[in-house]
């Protein structure tokens, strides 16, 4: 799943897994120039929303790397799930 900017150039994207009943993303990046302005979130949303719609998709696994202090610390200000991981329930 690709976000593109206005000048036709990718500037996000989220790369997943598809399992039988549970989707993981293994890898999510927006450009440097293009953070904080809630592009990732609108992949993710993007991505529930084809889980959806896809109806047997049960849950979207998302983790942190462990060298990305960054989003880290922006996970653990949300307290969203457990430290480094997160399970979202798709239904």
């Given at each position: 799943m690709v976000a593109i900017?206005?000048?036709g150039?990718?500037?996000g994207l989220i790369i997943y897994d598809c399992g039988p009943e549970n989707w993981s993303i293994s890898l999510g990046y927006v450009l440097p120039e293009h953070r904080r302005?809630?592009?990732y979130t609108?992949?993710?949303?993007a991505l529930r929303d084809k889980a959806k719609e896809q109806g047997n998709i049960f849950s979207i696994l998302?983790?942190?790397h462990p060298n990305n202090l960054a989003a880290q610390?922006?996970?653990e200000?949300?307290?969203v799930g457990q430290k480094n991981t997160s399970?979202?329930?798709i239904r």
């Open positions: 900017g206005e000048d150039k990718a500037i302005k809630h592009i609108a992949l993710f949303y998302s983790g942190t610390a922006a996970f200000a949300r307290k399970c979202i329930p």
